[in-house]
């Protein structure tokens, strides 16, 4: 069973505060996804990695960064988090064979 | 870029009715074509995919059709349940690098 976690279900952050949202496969996959879920706007990619240190940016990059080190890894940061960043994160990875992607369950951003 | 649109956003029937829901997509290079299915409080999951070779692919109760002329294709569930009851997106994708979802559709099945 492909297994992508993320390190927290839910966080609450400042406003102007560094967030660090990570997410873990175990699948050896290559691609990596980013996606912020709002109600009535389905989920939006914000940036994605096909391979170590490699990513691109998805439709709303803005405000985003990412960071690939390792294969199984795949950081999003907001440099400067603000208030309309407050939405559901969900990760994901690719199998290649399938294009099938795997979700985590999630992280719940609030920023206050 | 490609743009996904997808009808209607929520929709009710009653068990053991059909429920369909359709999405349109603009890119015709566009090529693989998934159906998550998303519970209350749980990631999205996949349920059903067809690629553009195909025009119908049918697992037990679910089907999807693809009509590439007029760039829509549908998910057809039949003899609804109540454990139906669901959020369900549909994606396109050309390269499997991007996928490009619609807004999804708020399936209700009433017992």
């Known amino acids: 069973d492909v297994k992508v976690t993320q390190s927290s279900r839910y966080l609450v952050k400042r406003t102007g505060e560094k967030v660090f949202l990570e997410c873990v496969q175990d699948?050896?996959?290559?691609?990596m996804f980013w996606y912020r879920q709002d109600p009535g706007l389905g989920l939006r990619l914000i940036y994605f990695s096909y391979d170590v240190k490699m990513k691109e940016k998805g439709d709303i990059p803005e405000g985003y960064s990412v960071s690939r080190e390792k294969k199984e890894r795949f950081s999003l940061i907001l440099e400067s988090a603000s208030t309309n960043q407050t939405s559901m994160y969900l990760c994901?990875?690719?199998?290649?064979?399938?294009?099938?992607?795997?979700f985590g369950p999630g992280t719940r951003l609030t920023v206050l | 870029g490609e743009n996904v649109e997808q009808h209607p956003s929520t929709l009710s029937v009653q068990e053991g009715d059909s429920a369909v829901i359709k999405c349109t997509y603009s890119d015709s290079a566009s090529n693989y074509f998934p159906w998550y299915k998303q519970e209350l409080g749980k990631r999205p999951q996949l349920i059903i995919d067809?690629?553009?070779?195909?025009g119908e692919k049918k697992d037990q109760r679910i089907a999807v059709t693809l009509n590439k002329t007029a760039k829509h294709f549908s998910l057809h569930i039949t003899e609804t349940q109540p454990e139906d009851s669901a959020v369900y997106f549909c994606a396109a994708s050309i390269t499997g690098n991007q996928f490009y979802f619609g807004t999804g559709t708020s399936l209700t099945v009433i017992p």
């Open positions: 699948m050896d996959h290559e691609n």
């Open positions: 994901a990875s690719r199998n290649p064979s399938t294009d099938t992607q795997y």
């Open positions: 067809i690629r553009s070779n195909v």
